[in-house]
């Protein structure tokens, strides 16, 4: 009975990490709407995955604190929203959950300008399609715009759109756009996720994350106490029929 209690409690210590690990890894922050460049006065909704409270974090170490009166509950977490943002805005956002683990980055670009690229502010899977727009401030009608990656002209549409199909790694990087007689936009980097599923887990995780090793070795625990619970009970098994 006592070993029998004692795998329900290794048993029971290893589901609790388990769900530990799974809330971690579920922190995730993402935008609304997915964009990279916004004029100024314009909003955004920043939506942290995971957590009960979106504290959300800009590069210079500052708190957000529209936060404090904005702050939501969603379905998967919750959400904060920024309902003017300004050229002092741009930069790097994250946050970071009760137990220090950082949620993912995300950067925009606030103009004054006329012209923004609107571009994806996260990551694109490899195969998807996503479409760049030029769109001019002072007006919303389909406007021809040259499109740029690395400042060198990859495309010119009259419709202010550039779709990229079957996107890959090799479109990954530096895109701008410019509208004549108004402008061109900030330059602002398009990522690429890499759409192969890996199966290899590398070394560096179990450094990264104690929990790993001590599931493994709880794990390990659970299977030779009730190895040990098995033999134990042959052998009584054992010794009562030859008693008999």
């Not at 995971?50 to 604190?65: F, N």
Request: charged share 20%.
């Amino acid at each position: 009975m006592e070993v029998t209690a004692l795998c329900i409690r290794l048993l029971m210590i290893v589901m609790l990490l388990s769900g530990h690990d799974q809330k971690v890894n579920a922190a995730s922050l993402r935008i609304d709407p997915n964009r990279a460049q916004f004029f100024q006065y314009e909003s955004v909704t920043f939506y942290c995955e995971g957590v009960s409270y979106c504290e959300v974090v800009h590069e210079s170490k500052v708190r957000i604190s529209s936060c404090n009166k904005t702050n939501k509950r969603t379905t998967t977490g919750s959400s904060c929203t920024i309902t003017n943002v300004f050229p002092s805005d741009s930069g790097k956002y994250w946050f970071e959950t009760k137990g220090g683990e950082r949620s993912n980055s995300v950067i925009i670009i606030v103009t004054d300008g006329p012209v923004i690229l609107e571009i994806p502010a996260l990551p694109v899977m490899e195969g998807e399609a996503v479409t760049l727009t030029c769109r001019n401030k002072t007006t919303s009608s389909q406007t021809s715009a040259d499109f740029y990656q690395y400042g060198v002209l990859i495309s010119n549409s009259s419709t202010g759109n550039m779709t990229i199909h079957d996107v890959s790694k090799s479109n990954e990087g530096l895109y701008k756009c410019s509208i004549s007689g108004a402008g061109e936009s900030a330059e602002s980097w398009l990522t690429v996720k890499d759409g192969q599923k890996k199966t290899v887990i590398p070394s560096s995780s179990f450094n990264s994350n104690p929990w790993i090793i001590v599931k493994v070795f709880l794990l390990v625990l659970l299977v030779l106490v009730g190895l040990l619970h098995f033999v134990k009970g042959c052998c009584q098994r054992r010794e009562n029929n030859e008693l008999s």
